[in-house]
């Protein structure tokens, strides 16, 4: 969808007003943004390849603000790992977040150079109605996803307007993230894109008691 259609269906959906004298939709635009970026932060449905610069013996650096969150980092000399296997690998960690914008490095660099790195990264705002959260500037999110933005857009708008039929935005913000903020859509996109890749769920280890002998039965 462009910046203008998913801009309209918010201001009809709940019932904005436009006209001149009190224009309520300028700041759709603004929560469209919101939702992108809450999307892309919360789903991670679209990385790209970025190279930090490392220094020598230094582990720890601040990330740029433009990163919203890492994937999975390498340093050329060890297979990438994803961040969620961490707990299951403590022996060979690639990297610790110690907050959203602080990176450390394990082991550290031992020359200056670069580690590469998948991040999911900050898009541009969307400014001409043709714009679209598909471009690459603006997200490169697939258009299937973009009702995801939408939504969040009215749960914020339904809130602002004290939307009754709505419940104040909560209904919209169930469809979005779920009751405990868990399901809804954006759980729908996880799994859709944890379909489209290669990795698998961690196998499990499972121990059974033996069974007693048959004598032991007690009928």
Not at 136 to 149: K, L, Q, S
Request: glycine share 8%; with cysteine; aromatic share 8%.
């Amino acid at each position: 969808m462009t910046k203008q259609q998913m801009h309209d269906q918010v201001k009809y959906w709940i019932g904005l007003q436009d006209i001149a004298s009190f224009d309520e939709t300028n700041f759709i635009d603004d929560l469209l943004y919101q939702g992108t970026l809450d999307l892309l932060a919360r789903t991670r449905c679209v990385a790209r390849c970025v190279n930090l610069n490392v220094l020598a013996d230094v582990d720890t650096y601040t990330l740029d603000q433009l990163i919203l969150a890492l994937v999975d980092i390498e340093d050329g000399h060890r297979n990438r790992a994803r961040r969620d296997e961490q707990a299951q690998n403590a022996y060979y960690p690639e990297f610790t977040l110690i907050r959203s914008d602080v990176l450390r490095l394990d082991p550290a660099p031992s020359e200056n150079g670069s580690v590469q790195t998948w991040a999911v990264l900050k898009p541009a705002k969307m400014t001409a109605d043709a714009n679209s959260p598909s471009d690459e500037a603006y997200g490169a999110i697939p258009e299937e996803w973009h009702d995801a933005i939408v939504l969040y857009a009215l749960w914020k708008g339904s809130d602002y307007s004290d939307d009754q039929s709505a419940q104040m935005g909560e209904r919209y913000r169930a469809l979005y993230e779920g009751q405990d903020g868990r399901g809804g859509r954006l759980a729908q996109i996880r799994i859709a894109v944890n379909k489209r890749g290669t990795a698998r769920a961690p196998g499990r280890r499972v121990r059974l008691r033996g069974a007693s002998p048959r004598g032991a039965w007690v009928g």
